[in-house]
């Protein structure tokens, strides 16, 4: 292997912005923050969903809308009957 074309590792603090969970992996992500854990300092880095925030791991649903998707494209754009029905109007 080629000397010095690999990142340097370390560990470093990912911490989930929604829960505040934090967990201590090896990464080579740069970041410039910094967090004290247990007495030692680590660079931390922020995540927006993490195994603690994750709906599938939770087993939490979050409802983001409450029409579903072709009920949205239908009040939009109309039913599919009535665009076949202009489909078949043009000559």
Do not use: C
């Amino acid at each position: 292997m080629k000397e010095g074309i690999h990142p340097a590792v370390r560990k470093v603090v990912f911490q989930d912005t929604v829960t505040g969970a934090q967990y201590i992996a090896i990464s080579s992500s740069k970041t410039e923050q910094t967090v004290t854990v247990d007495g030692q300092e680590y660079p931390l880095v922020k995540v927006d969903v993490s195994s603690a925030s994750h709906p599938f791991y939770t087993g939490n649903q979050r409802i983001l809308d409450t029409a579903g998707r072709v009920e949205k494209f239908g009040n939009r754009y109309g039913t599919a009957g009535s665009i076949s029905s202009m489909l078949k109007k043009k000559p």
